[in-house]
């Protein structure tokens, strides 16, 4: 069946999902009611249509800025820099961080040929630039991989100098963790990112 195999072929390029795992979401849209699959399409729809990038920070939005940008209550002199608008949701939660974001949209990685000029930078350093309140403090919070590495080690040259200080989140043994199960690489980052008591 063609509209069959061209779903599943569509739904194989959502990330993470397989191929067993894109047959049972066809199987479910074959079976829902009509109403659930046009709930569903409605949804993606309005999605792509309502939801653009904050003019400031590049976190999704829904018309303007985003509601951490407009929040006067935020530190304004503090600006956290990831890698993916998800990665702000997971801070957020946290309840431990009230100054700003910045989104780069991805990571510096040359293997994969994706250059400083492909992500976020040079609207970072505007940004930074033009800032009513003066940034403090950049805390760069890219993933511990090779290409959050370079990307921080990048960012933070370019910055020196520009803000008060660039920090860099701390990472390794997890709470509740027991030191003699974690990795050789974990322990390592843990033991240089050892704060004083």
Same mark, same amino acid.
């Given at each position: 069946?063609?509209?069959? =195999?061209?779903?599943?072929?569509?739904?194989?390029?959502?990330?993470?999902?397989?191929?067993?795992? @894109?047959?049972?979401? @066809?199987?479910?849209?074959?079976? @829902? $009611?009509?109403?659930?699959?046009?709930?569903?399409?409605?949804?993606?729809?309005?999605?792509?249509?309502?939801?653009?990038?904050?003019?400031?920070?590049?976190?999704?939005?829904e018309?303007?800025?985003?509601?951490?940008? $407009?929040?006067? =209550?935020?530190d304004? +002199?503090?600006?956290?820099?990831?890698? =993916?608008?998800q990665?702000?949701?997971?801070?957020?939660k946290?309840?431990?961080?009230?100054?700003?974001?910045?989104?780069?949209?991805?990571?510096? $990685?040359? /293997?994969?040929?994706?250059? @400083?000029?492909?992500?976020k930078?040079?609207?970072?350093?505007?940004?930074?630039?033009?800032?009513?309140?003066?940034?403090?403090?950049?805390?760069?919070?890219?993933?511990?991989? $090779?290409?959050g590495?370079?990307?921080?080690?990048?960012?933070?040259?370019? /910055?020196?100098? /520009?803000?008060?200080?660039?920090?860099?989140?701390g990472? +390794?043994?997890?709470? +509740?963790?027991?030191?003699?199960?974690?990795?050789?690489?974990?322990?390592?980052?843990?033991?240089? +990112?050892?704060?004083?008591?």
């Amino acid at each position: 069946m063609k509209s069959l =195999d061209r779903l599943i072929r569509a739904l194989r390029r959502l990330p993470g999902v397989g191929p067993r795992q @894109a047959e049972r979401f @066809a199987a479910y849209f074959l079976r @829902a $009611s009509q109403g659930e699959t046009e709930e569903f399409i409605h949804a993606l729809v309005t999605v792509k249509q309502d939801v653009k990038l904050c003019p400031v920070c590049f976190a999704y939005s829904e018309g303007g800025l985003c509601p951490i940008c $407009s929040d006067p =209550d935020r530190d304004h +002199g503090l600006i956290c820099v990831v890698e =993916d608008p998800q990665d702000i949701e997971a801070l957020e939660k946290t309840e431990a961080y009230k100054g700003l974001y910045h989104v780069l949209h991805g990571a510096i $990685s040359p /293997l994969e040929g994706r250059s @400083a000029e492909q992500v976020k930078v040079r609207e970072l350093l505007a940004r930074v630039h033009n800032s009513e309140d003066p940034v403090r403090e950049v805390i760069i919070a890219t993933d511990p991989d $090779s290409e959050g590495e370079t990307t921080a080690l990048y960012l933070a040259d370019l /910055l020196r100098g /520009l803000v008060g200080q660039v920090t860099r989140i701390g990472y +390794g043994v997890p709470l +509740g963790g027991d030191i003699d199960y974690m990795d050789e690489l974990t322990l390592g980052y843990s033991l240089k +990112g050892r704060t004083k008591l």
